[in-house]
């Protein structure tokens, strides 16, 4: 029986060390991380390792359940596959242990919890992105196709397959540029 631990941040700017240390001293044999996002599980390779190499009686650890997953969808899905394969799921900082039907409700409803976060975070930033271009401090990026310029070669009489080619840009592009004229 194996103890492999699991540690996720979400931007390249944050650290996994301590996560690793944690994981490290709650007896873990392997220690795995990365630094993904944790809304999908989509790209998160070390994650996908850890549940492949998995064999049954082994015991999966992480710190707090939202390293594992942000969607409740997801994370039932992991612990659908851990159950599947025998293996339980720990967590160091909350009370998650599905070897036991405690556990495995209080897993639940933290799934839940991590879900509803990630919901009001996205509110918060839509209404600050909102407020911030009401204010006219937020503009989005800026323009990658040169408006004026996809024109004046349209008005040459350069064709919008040729436009797409001297600007580097895509033909969908010159003809989106072209409808707003």
Avoid: N
């Avoid at 790209?43 to 969607?71: H, I, K, N």
């Avoid at 596959?81 to 495995?104: C, F, N, P």
């Avoid at 839509?126 to 006219?136: N, P, R």
């Amino acid at each position: 029986m194996t103890t492999i631990g699991y540690g996720r941040v979400s931007s390249v700017d944050q650290d996994c060390s301590i996560q690793e240390a944690a994981l490290r001293a709650a007896g873990c044999d392997i220690v795995r991380s990365e630094k993904r996002t944790g809304t999908t599980i989509k790209g998160r390779d070390e994650l996908a390792t850890v549940l492949e190499f998995l064999r049954p009686g082994d015991t999966l650890v992480v710190t707090r359940l939202d390293r594992l997953a942000r969607s409740l969808e997801d994370m039932l899905g992991i612990v659908r596959h851990l159950t599947e394969k025998g293996v339980s799921l720990k967590a160091t900082e909350q009370q998650v242990d599905t070897s036991s039907a405690t556990g495995r409700a209080f897993l639940q409803m933290l799934g839940v919890f991590a879900e509803f976060e990630t919901a009001i975070r996205k509110e918060r930033q839509l209404e600050g992105i909102a407020k911030a271009k009401a204010a006219g401090v937020y503009k989005g990026r800026k323009p990658s196709v040169p408006v004026e310029e996809v024109r004046r070669l349209h008005a040459e009489g350069a064709s919008p397959t040729i436009i797409a080619k001297r600007l580097g840009i895509g033909r969908a592009s010159v003809y989106r540029a072209l409808e707003t004229a």
